[in-house]
């Protein structure tokens, strides 16, 4: 048995409910004395693979033949075992625990695209470079999708909680925001970077983060000019700057609003402490 993919903790799996993922690479040369031909079952989903060769399986008194291609999904606690294979059998066996799959015993023609993803898979396998464990990571997520769409899996919001547009424009937005704190920022030069308007901007940070866009950068100069205050012998009118006001006046003004003293005395009351 050759382990090809062993899920690690944190992996895009995560964010599908998919844990404990293995994709095995089994043959009769290496693997035919160990099949099991005793009754059991696993608390894992397990998929199969045939590449050549056949195999006979029962699973739960009933008999299931597979062949190249097809492939076959035993659901949890399904009792299985082998009882009859090929001696020029080769399989790939992918195992998983989720929640929303179909728990029914499946056997499906395999499509050319899990073909190719499989062998695309395979080759980054052999290749061994410094990005292919990445590759080979999300070739297998890849793989155990569309094996789960030809089950009949719902691909909808419930069952497959990706990122929302909305979600990535307000990445976009606050990693703007971070990135310009110098910058005399207005909503819509923020609105424009992330190619929405200003109301559309606005609804987002308010859904998402609870405030409105320009309260979310005000707070983040407050947040990084405390920061410098406390852990820098920075000038006062340098760290207003660098946080976006040109007056150094006005910087204490709000600084004092919003967090009950003046910078100055912001500064000291920790080089006490």
Request: charged share 25%.
């Amino acid at each position: 048995m050759r382990i090809l993919y062993r899920q690690r903790e944190a992996s895009p799996f995560a964010r599908l409910g998919i844990r404990d993922c293995y994709l095995k690479d089994l043959c009769w040369e290496a693997d035919g004395k160990n099949l099991v031909s005793k009754l059991h079952h696993h608390r894992e989903f397990e998929v199969h693979i045939p590449v050549r060769g056949g195999q006979v399986y029962e699973i739960d008194g009933q008999e299931y033949c597979l062949s190249p291609g097809g492939f076959l999904l035993i659901p949890p606690f399904c009792r299985h075992r082998t009882i009859r294979v090929s001696r020029d059998f080769r399989k790939y066996s992918l195992t998983f625990s989720a929640e929303q799959i179909p728990d029914t015993v499946k056997i499906a023609a395999v499509p050319g695209e899990i073909w190719e993803c499989v062998d695309g898979l395979v080759r980054e396998k052999q290749r061994n470079r410094p990005y292919s464990a990445l590759i080979v990571e999300n070739r297998t997520l890849e793989l155990l999708l569309l094996l789960l769409r030809q089950c009949g899996l719902k691909e909808d919001v419930a069952s497959v909680p990706m990122c929302e547009e909305e979600d990535e424009r307000l990445i976009l937005a606050k990693k703007y925001i971070s990135d310009n704190l110098d910058q005399d920022l207005s909503l819509s030069d923020i609105s424009a970077y992330c190619h929405l308007s200003a109301r559309q901007l606005a609804r987002i940070f308010l859904s998402r983060e609870g405030v409105s866009p320009t309260r979310y950068l005000l707070d983040r100069r407050l947040a990084v000019a405390c920061a410098q205050i406390r852990d820098t012998d920075l000038p006062l009118k340098q760290i207003s700057a660098s946080v976006g006001f040109s007056n150094e006046y006005y910087f204490n003004s709000v600084f004092k609003r919003h967090m009950g003293i003046p910078p100055g005395m912001y500064r000291a009351m920790y080089r006490k402490g």
